[in-house]
């Protein structure tokens, strides 16, 4: 028995090849954190690891096979570069803002057109006075915009060539606005659909069920508990607006869970996500492509 940790996965691979069972433990548990404490060492952790799994009071981490890490940890990397790319956009746009200019709002700023405006814009920061800094910074950006659009394009080519080799990420594609890259999340995350009895633990997992607080004859629900993962929850929701517009289905769920009150917009969109993330699953457990509800054909 460990904790999960980032050497989890190869000490599960050295465990395993010496045919010994082991178990991974979930440090994300109510149980298993540390409140009050005023010492806390290895010795300890492993005291406490060993009396809640006497006791069964331990959530158990899945840990795929090698190969399914690497996938993980790729896609991973390629939300990185995401990050870092919306942080230097971000940045650019800030930079205009404080001189008094305005960029164009949504994709547009970034297009061909959009990049080769924002050039004429930049000086080399050397080359301008103390009043124009801006212009230097903006220089600086927007190399780095260059920069980052090579291993973007490299990651993502290999992330397309692993998604077209997989069965099961074309399985879910069949979903009317799903992509490969929440597919691909989703099949890795998932890894083996057959530990899961039922949907309910599957919105559990990505930590899309809502909290429960009960007291006596009250029973309130409320926001979903956020313990699973955060990239594909965010994909989820994504998906579930682009869906919308091309997913029958998704736009019956909406509206119904809306009950056509803008204040409920985001309630029915988390609703959608759950939605989709348990038939996602169900497909991926059956074996079966996307057959739309009869009501929404």
Not at 76 to 85: A, I, M, Y
Not at 196 to 214: D, S, T
Request: charged share 25%.
């Amino acid at each position: 028995m460990i904790e999960i940790c980032p050497l989890a996965g190869w000490i599960c691979e050295l465990v395993r090849t010496l045919g010994i069972e082991i178990q991974v433990a979930s440090t994300a548990h109510d149980a298993w954190r540390w409140k009050n404490v005023k010492r806390k060492n290895d010795r300890q952790d492993a005291l406490k690891l060993a009396q809640l799994s006497v006791m069964n009071q331990l959530t158990l981490v899945h840990v795929p096979e090698r190969a399914v890490r690497q996938w993980r940890l790729l896609i991973q990397f390629r939300q990185r570069l995401v990050g870092r790319r919306t942080k230097i956009k971000n940045h650019i746009r800030d930079l205009l803002s404080r001189a008094g200019l305005s960029l164009t709002r949504g994709h547009g700023a970034w297009t061909i057109k959009g990049l080769a405006e924002l050039e004429a814009l930049a000086r080399p920061l050397g080359a301008v006075g103390a009043d124009e800094l801006w212009r230097g910074e903006l220089a600086i950006e927007l190399q780095s915009l260059k920069e980052i659009a090579a291993p973007m394009r490299a990651v993502e080519q290999k992330l397309d060539e692993l998604a077209q080799a997989d069965k099961s990420v074309q399985l879910l594609q069949t979903i009317p606005g799903v992509g490969p890259r929440l597919a691909e999340a989703l099949v890795t995350l998932i890894d083996n659909p057959q530990r899961f009895k039922r949907g309910k633990e599957v919105g559990a997992y990505i930590g899309m069920v809502p909290k429960q607080l009960q007291s006596g004859e009250t029973n309130r629900l409320g926001r979903i508990t956020r313990q699973g993962n955060r990239l594909v929850r965010s994909l989820l929701v994504e998906v579930g607006w682009i869906g919308l517009r091309y997913n029958a289905w998704i736009r019956a769920v909406y509206e119904r869970v809306r009950r056509g009150s803008k204040a409920r917009k985001k309630i029915a969109m988390v609703a959608v996500a759950r939605r989709l993330l348990i038939r996602c699953w169900a497909m991926l457990r059956d074996g079966t492509p996307w057959r739309p509800a009869p009501h929404t054909v």
